[in-house]
């Protein structure tokens, strides 16, 4: 399987031209071009149009591209869906998903516009009752029909639907995000992590991502440019972490331990699962370097 770095994953209003240009230049690992919560609603159909036609043109580089559209219970859906699916982007991004049901239907109308395997779905979670339903969610992943390649906190819409207040290391939502990475994780799909909303608050910010990195999401979703750079950094293994990896998958490697299932590295036991760890931090690490300019 294709290891794809997401560490940062920068949500561009679709209603800004020039935002969506500067999207093309910016160190994020990829890009949501946003027709909801960033469009005005006399501005989402222009949007879309906009939208449609950036992704259709190209020019993103090795970027991950996503089309989040409007929620399937709005005026709009329909014809977001139509439009992003034809654009071929490599995500759409579902807003509000409730049940897997929801996918279901989106999968068959991708189906029947026959739409290329190439694009995925992404179903946020931000309501309580995904938080409910985010085991029966992601287990949608295997019905290949679904397309469901990953889940996205939407942590400003928790906040607002539970009253959860915004604080230092999100004790109020501690329980949700880690009962959906472990989701995400049963069923092997992708997470990544809600947004930051005090842009004047670097350490903050900081202190965020390397929460969400120990807790195990994938990368963070970012409202601003300057948050690529300090998020791409935390979500990036270190050197030295590297460097351990790859002695520990040398170490298994050697002909005399490859039958074994602990060995002996620098005066500690090493188990085979950490060997497994390795080879994915290898992975991830060996993406990252491929993907710089």
Same mark, same amino acid.
């Given at each position: 399987?294709?290891? /794809?770095?997401?560490?940062?994953?920068?949500?561009?209003?679709?209603?800004?031209? /020039?935002?969506?240009?500067?999207? +093309?230049?910016?160190? %994020?690992?990829?890009?949501?071009?946003?027709?909801?919560?960033?469009?005005?609603?006399?501005?989402?159909?222009?949007? /879309? #149009? #906009?939208? %449609?036609?950036?992704? @259709?043109?190209?020019?993103?580089?090795?970027?991950?591209?996503?089309? !989040?559209? *409007?929620?399937?219970?709005?005026?709009?859906?329909?014809?977001?869906?139509?439009?992003?699916?034809?654009?071929?982007?490599?995500?759409?991004?579902?807003?509000?998903?409730?049940?897997?049901?929801?996918?279901?239907?989106?999968?068959?109308?991708?189906?029947?516009?026959?739409?290329?395997?190439?694009?995925?779905?992404?179903?946020?979670?931000?309501?309580?009752?995904?938080?409910? *339903?985010? @085991?029966?969610?992601? #287990?949608?992943?295997?019905?290949?029909?679904? !397309?469901?390649?990953?889940?996205?906190?939407?942590? *400003?819409?928790?906040?607002?639907?539970? $009253?959860?207040?915004?604080? %230092? &290391?999100?004790?109020?939502?501690?329980?949700?995000?880690?009962?959906?990475?472990?989701?995400?994780?049963?069923?092997?799909?992708?997470?990544?992590?809600?947004?930051?909303?005090?842009?004047?608050?670097?350490?903050?910010?900081? $202190?965020?991502?390397?929460?969400? !990195?120990?807790? $195990?999401?994938?990368?963070?979703?970012?409202?601003?440019?300057?948050?690529?750079?300090?998020? *791409?950094?935390?979500?990036?293994? $270190?050197?030295?972490?590297?460097?351990?990896?790859? +002695?520990?998958?040398?170490?298994?490697?050697?002909?005399?331990?490859? &039958?074994?299932?602990?060995?002996?590295?620098?005066?500690?036991?090493?188990? /085979?699962?950490?060997?497994?760890?390795?080879?994915?931090?290898?992975?991830?690490?060996?993406?990252?370097?491929?993907?710089?300019?």
């Amino acid at each position: 399987m294709t290891i /794809r770095p997401r560490r940062s994953i920068l949500y561009m209003p679709g209603s800004n031209a /020039r935002a969506i240009e500067k999207a +093309k230049t910016l160190p %994020a690992d990829g890009v949501i071009l946003d027709l909801e919560d960033a469009v005005a609603p006399d501005a989402k159909v222009a949007a /879309r #149009q #906009q939208v %449609a036609d950036a992704v @259709k043109a190209g020019g993103f580089g090795g970027r991950e591209v996503f089309i !989040r559209v *409007n929620g399937l219970d709005t005026e709009w859906h329909a014809e977001d869906l139509h439009a992003a699916a034809h654009a071929a982007p490599d995500g759409i991004v579902v807003p509000k998903v409730s049940s897997p049901e929801q996918l279901e239907m989106i999968g068959r109308r991708l189906l029947d516009m026959s739409i290329v395997q190439k694009t995925r779905v992404w179903a946020m979670i931000e309501t309580p009752i995904a938080i409910f *339903n985010v @085991k029966d969610i992601a #287990q949608a992943a295997h019905d290949s029909e679904t !397309r469901l390649a990953g889940l996205i906190m939407g942590t *400003n819409d928790l906040a607002k639907e539970t $009253g959860a207040k915004f604080v %230092a &290391g999100r004790t109020p939502m501690l329980a949700w995000l880690t009962t959906c990475i472990l989701a995400a994780r049963a069923f092997g799909i992708s997470i990544l992590d809600g947004v930051y909303n005090d842009l004047s608050n670097a350490a903050g910010f900081l $202190g965020e991502c390397e929460q969400g !990195r120990d807790l $195990g999401f994938d990368g963070k979703t970012l409202i601003h440019p300057n948050q690529v750079a300090p998020c *791409n950094d935390v979500f990036s293994p $270190g050197a030295e972490e590297v460097a351990q990896a790859r +002695k520990i998958i040398a170490a298994f490697d050697l002909p005399e331990n490859r &039958g074994k299932g602990v060995v002996s590295l620098d005066g500690r036991m090493v188990e /085979r699962m950490h060997a497994d760890i390795a080879r994915k931090t290898v992975a991830i690490a060996d993406a990252i370097a491929a993907s710089s300019p």
